[in-house]
């Protein structure tokens, strides 16, 4: 099945810096999602990006499918997102979505 | 509108008992899945169902089995409960299914198996 990897496996920043995170996968993909898992387990859904670019306020995302690989950028950090960033993929073919092992992100006052 | 529901929140069992955990959908969402988050990885993929068929499976052994009602939601049993059952087992709902599937979360049962 597809091989889902992501960088940093641990990152520190202090408030207001900002952060690139990128997701590795291993074959062509036709749903790539990422999400954010805070300090209480919730995983929330950030993106949906099988391929292109998309911002939401401080957060944007960019899969460039053909390369295999996406990259979420965090911009001008709070604490409250800190916590575990996934991404998700699905190849053609296969049911399931596949989570790499994650991002550990945490903002400092 | 209610997010994706999941009871309990919190369960502890022994070795050898069987639980069960269930899930409530999004209002509309026909597809629900049901991952296993071990402590410090990502989760993991357990079952899909779509409109109350399996849809996928991961690998997981025949202990665990579960089901979709008529009204979407769906239940996660696993019997014969070991010490590495130990998780958060998390239940997600999508509109679609495919390449299309955007998957939102429920806050997960921590299960402690002792």
């Known amino acids: 099945g597809i091989q889902v990897e992501q960088s940093p496996p641990d990152l520190i920043l202090q408030e207001g810096a900002n952060s690139t995170l990128r997701c590795n996968f291993s074959?062509?993909?036709?749903?790539l999602q990422w999400f954010h898992q805070n300090p209480w387990g919730q995983l929330i859904n950030l993106f949906y990006i099988p391929s292109g670019t998309k911002q939401n306020g401080r957060l944007s995302a960019t899969t460039v499918a053909t390369e295999r690989y996406s990259l979420l950028y965090i911009s001008s950090s709070q604490t409250t997102d800190s916590g575990v960033y996934f991404c998700?993929?699905?190849?053609?073919?296969?049911?399931?979505?596949?989570f790499g092992t994650g991002t550990r992100l945490l903002v400092s006052p | 509108d209610a997010g994706v529901t999941q009871s309990p929140t919190h369960l502890i069992k022994t070795r050898g008992q069987q639980v069960t955990l269930r899930c409530s959908p999004i209002s509309g969402h026909k597809s629900v899945s049901w991952y296993q988050q071990v402590l410090g990885q990502g989760p993991q993929f357990i079952f899909q169902?779509?409109?109350?068929?399996?849809?996928g499976r991961g690998n997981f052994p025949d202990r665990f089995s579960a089901r979709q009602f008529p009204n979407y939601s769906s239940e996660l049993n696993v019997n014969a409960l070991l010490l590495g059952d130990s998780a958060l087992y998390l239940c997600?709902?999508?509109?679609?299914?495919?390449?299309?599937?955007?998957?939102?979360f429920g806050s997960g049962t921590q299960l402690s198996v002792l």
């Open positions: 074959d062509s993909v036709n749903n």
């Open positions: 998700a993929a699905r190849t053609t073919g296969f049911q399931k979505l596949v």
């Open positions: 169902y779509y409109e109350k068929e399996e849809r």
């Open positions: 997600a709902s999508s509109l679609a299914e495919g390449r299309s599937e955007k998957l939102f």
